[in-house]
């Protein structure tokens, strides 16, 4: 599988352990204070297409070494890019799957996380022949997507959302894209992403493997592999409501990601034209900051 960057996009095991030993603690991960009780699990009987798509992913995952918000709150399947920028190699695409509290703290879903979403699809994209229709032309694309670590305040410091449990701080991540611009013109490739990932990620090849990679999760994932195992949850509810979705521009990079994150994704869009003033100005809306530094943190 080409990789597209020097940044390494696997999840880091100890970094999943850790995480998912606390959940086991404290039945749940990030916003504990938010979270609340799941109501008594119901037997959830699964259909024998799910069963099928279980027991082969089961199988694909048995032979790999590693895989590797609140109930009440409303969650959107969103969206961001920028305008198109003629010199760029790429599209830019990030997603999120998150609500619109004031509090940027407790926008992100805590139970379908992109480290989650990034090792399923990537594992779907590159170990199933068979589910390949559903990429519709995009499985490279997103078997190299890649996490990103968020900023805190858009267009702000150069300060990660993090949330600290029982001595831990775990950061927050977000799923992003480069899509080839030889791939279609904008406006088409990137409805066209949207319109696959929307219908990915409501597949059953998708909730399937996703409950084997939860089953091989410490603790079986905790809170969130109990609710991520469950079809009838909230979380899937709200994936896969009809028009629960959006398409958006940021300003510059600096409006998601951090410093570091920003000068890897423009020397991949712009190549070694990156560190001109003309190209910086998509990184960061006040473009003093330049390669290899950071505004303030």
């Avoid at 009987?45 to 199988?59: E, I, P």
């Avoid at 597949?203 to 089953?215: A, G, I, L, P």
């Avoid at 998601?256 to 869009?269: E, G, P, S, V």
């Avoid at 990156?274 to 505004?295: F, I």
Wanted: with cysteine; hydrophobic share 30%; glycine share 6%.
């Amino acid at each position: 599988m080409k990789d597209l960057s020097t940044k390494n996009v696997i999840v880091k095991e100890e970094k999943e352990s850790s995480e998912s030993e606390n959940e086991s603690k404290n039945s749940s991960s990030d916003n504990e204070e938010n979270a609340v009780d799941i109501e008594p699990t119901k037997t959830v009987v699964y259909d024998d297409v799910k069963m099928k798509l279980m027991k082969k992913y089961s199988d694909i995952v048995s032979k790999k070494n590693n895989f590797g918000g609140t109930q009440g709150s409303w969650y959107t399947l969103k969206f961001y890019t920028m305008k198109e920028i003629s010199a760029a190699k790429y599209y830019l695409v990030e997603m999120e799957f998150s609500n619109d509290d004031k509090d940027p703290m407790k926008q992100l879903n805590i139970w379908l996380k992109a480290t989650f979403i990034h090792d399923v699809l990537k594992c779907l994209s590159t170990d199933d022949k068979d589910a390949k229709p559903l990429f519709n032309g995009f499985e490279n694309v997103i078997a190299n997507g890649e996490l990103a670590e968020v900023r805190l305040e858009p267009n702000g410091a150069n300060i990660c959302r993090s949330n600290t449990s029982n001595g831990y701080n775990y950061k927050q991540y977000v799923n992003y894209y480069l899509i080839p611009k030889e791939m279609g013109s904008f406006k088409h490739i990137i409805e066209k992403f949207k319109d696959t990932m929307i219908k990915l990620l409501g597949s059953d090849e998708f909730f399937s493997m996703m409950v084997v990679y939860q089953n091989r999760r410490n603790n079986q994932g905790g809170k969130p592999g109990e609710m991520l195992k469950n079809m009838n949850s909230s979380i899937w509810t709200q994936l896969k409501a009809p028009n629960n979705n959006k398409i958006e521009y940021i300003n510059a990079l600096d409006a998601k990601f951090m410093d570091h994150d920003i000068n890897i994704i423009l020397t991949r869009i712009f190549g070694n034209k990156h560190t001109e003033a003309k190209y910086q100005k998509y990184g960061w809306v006040k473009t003093e900051c330049k390669l290899g530094t950071s505004k303030t943190t």
